[in-house]
């Protein structure tokens, strides 16, 4: 987002709120990423710049980045430690099952894509805010989707399906579990600040994950090989309040996160797409990285062998008394524009 649109548009907020704020009020942001993530810089920053403006200077916020107040982002909420937390769906899996069905394979070929569809389940009313995030005493100010995943590798190039049998994985939840093991991998569950450790141990031979992740870690010191091609789902957060908190907020502070969160949502996913394409050439140029796409009967093979997966998961969902088949019928008909 331009900064001359983002003025814009803060300036069109400010007419409209800036006069119903009087009292000097502090929020609390805390997030998990390092502070210079790009889901901090191109997210979280903007939502809290556009609330500062739009407020008339009345809102302050203090920011506590790489976990500062806790590991545990749904703790930090309800606790009160944080007014604003993001959160990881996939790291707390047994409490977001049903958000899983948005990180399958096939689902989507960018960031944007994929963020609008998972919006429109997480807004009120949408499917994961009525059979989830209520009931967590969550309220989504907005939602991001990370540009698809790749397998990304140490050692090993991947150029046929099968050489992926018994290469160990980083994966972060259910749904990425079950697309490694179709395609013959080895799944290993380990948070994003515990990879590069992990990778240069040898606890993995690399990670299902997105360009745009790769040097905020410095992961292309030990991860050297890509291969692309399939859309083997990626990673989801949440930027949210508590429900409880969400209620608290006068009106017209709630109109000015809503409108905030909005641009922050939009220009977020542009920069992971953005972002993906030109940390992918980056690397490839000055870290002598190897990033190849299948051709595309091979990749046709994956999508195969991907199939199954989906399917599967709903069906274990729904015998677990979890809504999957509902959960996947409404990420199928949610619209993948804002």
């Not at 300036?11 to 709120?17: L, P």
């Not at 994003?192 to 240069?200: A, G, H, L, T, V």
């Not at 789902?233 to 969400?246: F, R």
């Amino acid at each position: 987002m331009s900064h001359k649109c983002f003025g814009f548009m803060v300036a069109a907020m400010m007419s409209v709120s800036a006069p119903a704020m009087a009292q000097e009020t502090t929020f609390k942001f805390a997030h998990f990423l390092p502070a210079s993530h790009l889901m901090w810089e191109e997210g979280g920053r903007i939502f809290t710049d556009a609330v500062v403006e739009a407020s008339g200077g009345t809102v302050k916020w203090n920011v506590y980045p790489a976990a500062q107040l806790g590991k545990d982002s749904l703790a930090v909420l309800s606790s009160n430690l944080a007014d604003v937390s993001l959160i990881a769906p996939s790291y707390a899996q047994e409490k977001f099952p049903l958000s899983a069905v948005v990180e399958l394979p096939g689902g989507y070929s960018t960031s944007c894509e994929g963020t609008a569809k998972f919006w429109h389940l997480s807004q009120p009313g949408g499917f994961l805010a009525q059979e989830e995030f209520d009931a967590l005493d969550i309220h989504p100010l907005f939602v991001l989707t990370l540009s698809p995943y790749k397998v990304m590798t140490s050692q090993k190039q991947v150029e046929r399906l099968e050489d992926m049998a018994g290469l160990k994985l980083r994966v972060t939840g259910e749904a990425m579990d079950k697309t490694v093991r179709a395609l013959g991998g080895v799944p290993v569950r380990i948070q994003s600040s515990e990879m590069y450790d992990s990778i240069s141990r040898g606890t993995v031979d690399g990670a299902l994950y997105p360009f745009g992740g790769v040097t905020p870690y410095k992961l292309e010191e030990v991860l050297h090989n890509a291969v692309g091609g399939p859309r083997l789902g990626s990673g989801i957060v949440i930027y949210a309040m508590s429900k409880k908190g969400w209620d608290r907020l006068p009106e017209d502070m709630k109109a000015i996160f809503t409108e905030a969160a909005a641009m922050a949502q939009e220009a977020a996913c542009a920069a992971q797409d953005r972002e993906d394409s030109q940390i992918r050439d980056q690397i490839v140029s000055d870290a002598g990285f190897k990033a190849v796409d299948l051709p595309a009967e091979e990749s046709a093979r994956w999508d195969a062998a991907l199939e199954p997966v989906v399917q599967d998961w709903a069906a274990r969902m729904d015998a677990q008394g979890k809504k999957g088949s509902q959960a996947l019928e409404a990420y199928r008909a949610a619209s993948p524009e804002f």
